[in-house]
């Protein structure tokens, strides 16, 4: 016997084993519920099929209850020969029978339901288990986000911190300026914030002059940070009556598009933010645009659908 091919064998069996039990792990969830679906249709056709069996039954056992009543109420058959006690033992073992033909027909019917039931409970609990990691695990990420951003707030600044998270450079640009007493137009070279092609922002960021395609005039800026303030105004007016907010609802207010992740994040009354809504616009210069753009850093608290249900009924 080989020794060096059974060792193969086997090294190829635990590997191929272990490979499978780590895409069961993996898609448990989906498993889970695949077995209740395909266990909730046969659950149907056997219950089809149990229940005519079990109609067969009901209607033997009526004619033999009526048999035994016939033999009772019969002149003809004396208490001697069927007395009503006879008729008392009849019935009990007819029910006695009837209800043991009804499990043995409708027993695996309701076994194979009810584990049908708590596979897909079992998969719905492997996925709530699996998305409270999730919040959890982001929740951790995010808090150690502001820690890290606050730090930097304090070391270089909040220009800084603006500038990192949404690739904004300071660059020299050819600007007109207007000379306020003679009226003169001169074109000098100012710094100033640049947002870089092909460079998108981090976090939860907006470019609101590429972004609200729906709003007309959104390229002209003064009228556009008018229209961003009200907004603003509005949104905690309905922070304050709603006690949370979404930043899909924020986004929708502004006329942008929401975004995936939109309804998991926002804003709560619930003391662990700012507890206001702060857009914080700021002005830019867009170099694929070759136009100024309007940056909105909103003051996102973080994940807040858990917390909906304690808001409320607080």
Same mark, same amino acid.
């Given at each position: &016997?080989?020794?060096?091919?059974?060792?193969?064998? /086997?090294?190829?069996?635990?590997?191929?084993?272990?490979? *499978?039990?780590?895409?069961?792990?993996?898609?448990?969830?989906?498993?889970? *519920?695949?077995?209740?679906?395909?266990?909730?249709? #046969?659950?149907? *056709?056997?219950?089809?099929?149990?229940?005519?069996?079990?109609?067969?039954?009901?209607?033997?056992?009526?004619?033999?209850?009526?048999?035994?009543?016939?033999?009772?109420?019969?002149?003809?058959?004396?208490?001697?020969?069927?007395? %009503?006690?006879?008729?008392?033992?009849?019935?009990?073992?007819?029910?006695?029978?009837? /209800?043991? #033909?009804? *499990?043995?027909?409708? /027993?695996?019917?309701?076994?194979?339901?009810?584990?049908?039931?708590?596979?897909?409970?079992? !998969?719905?609990?492997?996925?709530?288990?699996?998305?409270?990691?999730?919040?959890?695990?982001?929740?951790?990420?995010?808090?150690?986000?502001k820690t890290y951003r606050k730090r930097v707030v304090s070391e270089l600044g909040e220009d800084a911190d603006f500038r990192f998270r949404t690739g904004v450079v300071q660059k020299k640009i050819e600007t007109e300026v207007v000379n306020e007493e003679t009226g003169e137009v001169?074109? $000098?070279?100012? $710094?100033?914030?640049?947002?870089?092609?092909?460079?998108?922002?981090?976090?939860?960021?907006?470019?609101?002059?590429? %972004?609200?395609?729906?709003?007309?005039?959104?390229?002209?800026? +003064? %009228?556009?940070?008018?229209?961003?303030? &009200?907004?603003?105004?509005?949104?905690?007016?309905?922070?304050?009556?709603?006690?949370?907010?979404?930043?899909?609802?924020?986004?929708?207010?502004?006329?942008? +598009?929401?975004?995936?992740?939109?309804?998991?994040?926002?804003?709560?009354?619930?003391?662990? /933010?700012?507890?206001?809504?702060?857009?914080?616009?700021?002005?830019?210069?867009?170099?694929?645009?070759?136009?100024?753009?309007?940056?909105?850093?909103?003051?996102?608290? !973080?994940?807040?659908?858990?917390?909906?249900?304690?808001?409320?009924?607080?």
């Amino acid at each position: &016997m080989n020794i060096g091919i059974i060792s193969s064998v /086997g090294k190829a069996v635990i590997t191929t084993a272990n490979r *499978v039990g780590h895409v069961a792990i993996q898609h448990g969830p989906e498993i889970c *519920v695949g077995v209740g679906i395909v266990g909730g249709a #046969a659950t149907t *056709v056997m219950a089809c099929k149990a229940t005519l069996k079990v109609n067969e039954v009901c209607t033997s056992h009526v004619e033999m209850y009526n048999k035994i009543d016939a033999l009772i109420e019969s002149e003809e058959i004396t208490d001697e020969v069927y007395s %009503e006690d006879d008729a008392k033992k009849d019935r009990v073992v007819l029910a006695s029978e009837t /209800g043991k #033909a009804v *499990v043995k027909y409708y /027993g695996p019917v309701v076994l194979l339901g009810c584990a049908s039931i708590a596979s897909i409970l079992c !998969g719905v609990n492997i996925l709530n288990r699996r998305n409270m990691a999730l919040v959890a695990a982001y929740t951790s990420l995010d808090t150690g986000f502001k820690t890290y951003r606050k730090r930097v707030v304090s070391e270089l600044g909040e220009d800084a911190d603006f500038r990192f998270r949404t690739g904004v450079v300071q660059k020299k640009i050819e600007t007109e300026v207007v000379n306020e007493e003679t009226g003169e137009v001169k074109t $000098k070279k100012v $710094k100033t914030d640049v947002l870089e092609p092909g460079v998108e922002p981090l976090d939860y960021t907006i470019n609101f002059c590429k %972004e609200a395609i729906h709003i007309l005039d959104r390229d002209n800026i +003064p %009228e556009s940070l008018r229209h961003i303030e &009200m907004v603003e105004r509005s949104l905690n007016s309905v922070l304050l009556a709603q006690k949370y907010l979404t930043l899909n609802q924020a986004r929708v207010s502004l006329g942008v +598009p929401e975004i995936w992740f939109g309804q998991i994040v926002g804003w709560t009354l619930d003391g662990t /933010g700012d507890d206001e809504i702060q857009l914080r616009p700021r002005v830019v210069y867009d170099e694929e645009t070759e136009t100024r753009t309007i940056i909105l850093d909103p003051n996102v608290d !973080g994940p807040m659908f858990y917390k909906i249900g304690g808001m409320i009924n607080g």
